[in-house]
């Protein structure tokens, strides 16, 4: 891809072009008039009082440069980059965060399309937990993540789904002892403790399973 090609990653191409820094020294470079427009948070940000509106630098820290760069292109008209199950639930974070509604529902969207995806059943020996059985384990792992989304949004309707499949897949994966923690989906509670309920959840051959089979960044 030319330079041509890559919004955000070289400075110069904006007469109110703002500076993002990373905490990996890293930049990216984006209009703020796209930015506002886009985002009711970085709007206010810009508006007013507020140091951001006078200066042409924004500091975000708690976010990683890449996954930034991924929410702006899928906000972004020209490039309009794919939602994936890959990426979506980076990018639904950012974008709730910065109240981009229109991207947050087309991460619903998806996120309520993978529940309605076919288990991945294969014929397998009736033994422990094995890598024949990772396709399965793998989109159990998925309903727990939109299950920790879900609830954490207040998605109720996406979370109690995201329950029964996860139910209906741990039972296909012979998970006897296996019991959802009783998370009432409403409820405020810290996203990274509803994550902790439910994958400590699991009877540890199969998070331990999870943690070997998953690729960097699925976390």
């Not at 042409?56 to 020209?78: M, T």
């Not at 139910?167 to 959802?180: E, H, I, M, P, Y």
Request: with cysteine.
């Amino acid at each position: 891809m030319s330079d041509e090609q890559k919004p955000f990653e070289k400075p110069g191409k904006h007469a109110d072009e703002i500076t993002i820094r990373f905490d990996d020294d890293e930049n990216l470079y984006v209009s703020k008039a796209f930015l506002g427009h886009v985002s009711p948070v970085f709007h206010t940000m810009f508006q007013g009082e507020f140091k951001e509106a006078m200066t042409s630098e924004v500091d975000i820290k708690d976010i990683r440069r890449a996954d930034f760069l991924e929410f702006l292109l899928c906000c972004n008209p020209g490039t309009m980059a794919d939602i994936t199950s890959e990426n979506v639930f980076r990018v639904v974070t950012i974008a709730h965060k910065y109240d981009v509604r229109a991207l947050v529902n087309r991460c619903k969207n998806i996120m309520d399309t993978m529940l309605k995806e076919p288990l991945k059943i294969e014929t397998t020996p009736p033994d422990a937990f094995d890598n024949s059985k990772a396709a399965l384990i793998r989109q159990l792992y998925l309903f727990l993540k939109i299950c920790r989304v879900a609830i954490s949004f207040n998605w109720s309707e996406t979370a109690n789904e995201a329950f029964r499949c996860t139910t209906k897949a741990s039972s296909l994966c012979d998970l006897n002892s296996f019991k959802l923690p009783q998370i009432i989906p409403g409820n405020t509670q810290d996203e990274e403790h509803v994550s902790a309920m439910i994958f400590n959840a699991l009877p540890r051959d199969v998070s331990l399973l999870i943690l070997h089979i998953m690729p960097p960044g699925w976390g």
